[in-house]
């Protein structure tokens, strides 16, 4: 395929994949024949095939005989592609929602890799994710991303349970996910306030206090839970996941399409 054909391609997946995820194009809807499709659009149909290929590979459509294009249903969304992520964070009411899961997800496994790397991690892993976790103090507010990163992969690493260790770059589209949705709309942009928790997490793997680093991180997940609640607060979302409204558990098991309901000005 060429360059041109690429760009095309990647346009349209844009443009289609955005309206089904912002719920413009509903779920279990006929998208319309392929021709009336490349008209519209103004692509050949082998572009708009192609196209159609990669938006069936995210979840999100699915060919049915006799009917067409069908728009799937959200609990067959793929919520760990950087595209499908990016989309639904594009809706500012799903965010809140969105991140909740996210801490929901992290909390689950976070303070168990803690565990399990302070026990079994190398003297040179240990170092590393110290040294990660020092580098984010030091850095510029607006440059942290890779090194957060490089600090969470490392501790999966360490953990040097196979599974564990698969989950890399699914985690690091998610952490880009909390980092861009969460961050400019706490702060006003994507900005990062560091504290001492990753220093104080990677200095009890270190001394091989399993217990201590599962405390600490979850510690870290109850300051980003308050965070983000303060973040639905301020946009008049109640996106809590006890609370009426949105449930963070919904959106990988579905309820992209959920609406929120009036804020009730409580904090969580």
């Known amino acids: 395929m ?27 809807s006929i998208l319309p024949r392929e021709a009336e499709l490349a008209s519209e659009y103004g692509v050949g149909r082998s572009t708009l095939r192609e ?17 067409g294009t069908q728009v799937c249903s959200s609990d067959e969304w793929n919520f760990l592609d950087p595209d499908v992520l990016g989309w639904y964070a594009a809706v500012p009411a799903n965010v809140p929602a969105l991140i909740f899961s996210i801490i929901e997800l992290r909390s689950a496994i976070e303070p168990a890799a803690a ?17 990660h976790a020092e580098a984010l103090l030091a850095v ?10 490089a600090f969470h992969l490392g501790i999966l690493n360490a953990t040097h349970n196979v599974l564990f260790r698969g989950l890399g770059a699914s985690y690091e589209v998610l952490l880009r996910a909390q980092f861009e949705a969460a961050w400019p709309r706490l702060w006003g942009e994507a900005r990062y306030h560091p504290d001492d928790k990753h220093v104080a997490l990677a200095r009890a793997i270190m ?12 510690d870290m997940m109850r300051t980003m839970r308050h965070n983000t609640g303060v973040m639905a607060e301020k946009m ?3 996106a809590h996941p006890d609370r009426p409204g949105p449930r963070a558990s919904t959106l990988f098991a579905g309820g992209a399409g959920a609406k929120p309901t009036p804020a009730t000005g409580r904090r969580p």
């Not at 990669?54 to 979840?59: E, F, H, M, Q």
């Not at 565990?115 to 040294?131: C, G, H, N, V």
């Not at 510029?140 to 990163?149: G, M, R, T, Y």
């Open 2 to 28: 060429s360059q041109l054909s690429e760009g095309a391609v990647k346009d349209i997946v844009h443009r289609i994949g955005s309206r089904i995820v912002s719920g413009e194009l509903k779920e279990s």
């Open 140 to 149: 510029l507010p607006s440059a942290p991303f890779e090194f957060d990163v």
């Open 207 to 218: 001394a091989r206090d399993a217990a201590g680093a599962s405390r600490v991180a979850r």
């Open 115 to 131: 565990a399990l790397a302070a026990r079994r991690a190398s003297p040179r892993e240990a170092a590393d994710i110290l040294r």
């Open 51 to 67: 196209a159609v290929k990669v938006l069936s590979g995210k979840g999100l459509i699915r060919t049915v005989r006799r009917f």
């Open 236 to 238: 008049g979302v109640p």
